[in-house]
């Protein structure tokens, strides 16, 4: 391996005095890169998040270099061990125990602090879980993701978290420990019971899993099999339908309302919007527009101000002995 490393990338630049920020593997050492591996090989040390789990991987590519500790404690202080090697004109590697740094992992201080004291930080992009979840869940209803990694332990700040990813119309990335998953997937069967969850347990290992089901299902598919709750998990909360733009022959895509009124609401477009449209549908029938869209946002998880529009449609269809009084 570290020679065809170091055919592949030796011919490119790797200048002294830099931070190469460097991806490893998030379970299957074959996904390190070439160009990693012979960064590694040059550089006169490696600061890592565990020495001994960096060790092992250095280890399992023929390579031995001198190690520091630079992890979530201890950042700062070994921020400036660091930029005082650069200094000395030496090459530095940053690794975190998997994948890319600097995301959910330590990091971020460290190339902050190399920046500051004007050196390099070349990044070495590879594995990264966040980024491979989302390649395998098919979620085709968004053009953009939202990355927020691990919720907050508990309190306040968990909740809000937990309810912006639940309204958020992006897809949402979450990281879950397998001691916790349970509790998760409890909140969000609450929080958005319709929306579609991709599970990812195990990433590129030998058990790795990968299912599809709405949130309110992930509690039962957890308590089927005890396997089912362990490893680590990456959870995509797949997004809303963007909204619709100009029609393709020129006319607006929805249609003019009376005064004060906005614009109709794109219709239901998810199997997730579908199944809220006809919850919405049937709650129409007892209860007056707002109280009915904002009962079936707490119900489904998905926003209110959309709701409303849809309720306001489905009042305008209504034939005219039928309106509510």
Request: glycine share 8%; with cysteine.
């Amino acid at each position: 391996m570290l020679s065809a490393a170091a055919q592949a990338a030796g011919a490119q630049d790797f200048p002294p005095g830099t931070l190469y920020v460097v991806a490893t593997p998030i379970g299957n050492l074959a996904d390190i890169t070439l160009r990693a591996v012979h960064t590694l090989s040059l550089v006169d040390a490696v600061a890592c998040e565990d020495t001994r789990q960096s060790a092992h991987l250095l280890t399992g590519l023929g390579l031995h270099k001198p190690l520091m500790a630079v992890h979530e404690h201890n950042e700062r202080e070994g921020a400036q061990r660091v930029v005082e090697r650069l200094a000395r004109g030496e090459r530095v590697a940053y690794i975190s125990d998997a994948g890319t740094p600097a995301l959910s992992d330590p990091g971020a201080a460290l190339v902050q602090a190399v920046r500051a004291a004007g050196f390099r930080c070349m990044p070495l992009p590879g594995a990264s879980s966040a980024l491979a979840a989302l390649s395998v869940s098919g979620d085709v209803s968004t053009g953009g993701f939202r990355f927020v990694g691990f919720l907050p332990a508990k309190g306040s700040a968990r909740a809000a978290a937990l309810r912006d990813a639940a309204m958020d119309a992006a897809s949402v990335v979450l990281f879950e420990s397998p001691h916790r998953i349970e509790a998760l997937a409890a909140e969000l069967a609450q929080a958005c019971p319709l929306r579609t969850l991709t599970v990812a347990r195990e990433l590129t290992k030998q058990f790795e899993t990968i299912q599809n089901l709405a949130a309110r299902e992930l509690p039962a598919w957890l308590a089927a099999d005890s396997n089912h709750r362990r490893g680590e998990f990456v959870l995509v909360l797949h997004g809303s339908a963007p909204p619709s733009g100009p029609a393709s022959d020129g006319s607006p895509a929805a249609a003019t309302e009376g005064p004060g009124r906005a614009a109709a609401a794109q219709g239901p477009a998810t199997p997730e919007e579908q199944a809220a449209h006809r919850v919405l549908t049937i709650l129409l029938k007892d209860l007056p527009v707002k109280q009915a869209s904002t009962l079936t946002a707490d119900i489904t998880g998905l926003p209110k101000k959309r709701l409303y529009q849809w309720a306001l449609e489905l009042k305008d269809a209504k034939p005219a002995g039928d309106a509510d009084a």
